[in-house]
């Protein structure tokens, strides 16, 4: 279909906030969009939720992962099954501003963009503002040292996903960061929309077992998938930390 975004949720135990992730497509301006809810967690009691709140909204798609893969892995599933000319991502605890999609498709239409995002706010757990990140024009050197892309305001056109085989890799924290730099690697430039169309909601997990698990995959971002040597990849990870602490 012409123009049809496909919109990607992941889902797993945000049974809290999935309802506002919903609402915030359902009121957006623009209509041409399908939902693809990736539910990935081997325990189903939250599933009669999930059917229960979207049972008449024909535009939702429920898949079920055989066992809990992780964000990623379950952004594939769905793209996999996508009809949409573009993909969207929304995590399931995150929610947009009701003219998102039309002033982000409206731009890269018109501007033949192949991926985009915009700035955006960030909130607390009970979605009130903390903060913003605006958004930026990246090539891959600028990337490599800094991951400033929300993933809940990127929209990829379908088209460069096939055409070089592009995947979310196996990893718990950063496997966006991984995608972002394979794009950006392909000289395809990710454009910015300098407008907050995003609200990102910050968890209150534990910061000292986040810190390291981040740490870890920072480092295999590097080393595995950019196949940077040991010392390279130790350095490409200190430049990225430094540039985080920079930003908070």
Not at 30 to 47: A, Q, R
Not at 111 to 130: D, Q
Not at 160 to 179: A, G, Q, R, S
Request: glycine share 4%; proline share 1%; hydrophobic share 35%.
């Amino acid at each position: 279909m012409n123009n049809l975004v496909s919109i990607i949720i992941p889902y797993y135990k945000k049974k809290h906030f999935i309802k506002k992730a919903l609402q915030s497509i359902k009121n957006q301006t623009y209509k041409k969009f399908e939902i693809i809810i990736v539910y990935d967690d081997t325990d189903l009691s939250d599933l009669s939720y999930l059917k229960k709140i979207t049972k008449n909204n024909r535009k939702v798609r429920i898949l079920l992962n055989k066992k809990n893969y992780g964000a990623g892995i379950s952004r594939n599933v769905g793209i996999n099954i996508a009809k949409g000319k573009f993909i969207a991502f929304l995590d399931a605890d995150d929610f947009w501003v009701k003219n998102k999609l039309l002033k982000q498709i409206n731009y890269m239409s018109q501007e033949n963009i192949k991926i985009s995002h915009t700035s955006y706010f960030i909130t607390n757990e009970t979605g009130s503002v903390i903060g913003h990140r605006e958004a930026k024009n990246l090539n891959f050197s600028q990337l490599i040292k800094s991951c400033n892309i929300g993933l809940s305001t990127v929209i990829i056109n379908k088209s460069i996903i096939k055409k070089y085989n592009l995947k979310f890799p196996d990893l718990n924290t950063k496997e966006d960061y991984v995608l972002w730099l394979r794009i950006s690697k392909k000289k395809i430039p990710i454009a910015a929309i300098n407008q907050k169309l995003t609200y990102w909601r910050k968890s209150n997990n534990s910061l000292s077992s986040n810190s390291i698990r981040k740490l870890i995959d920072g480092y295999y971002v590097y080393r595995k998938h950019m196949k940077y040597n040991f010392l390279k990849s130790l350095y490409s990870l200190l430049v990225l930390s430094i540039n985080f602490l920079k930003k908070n």
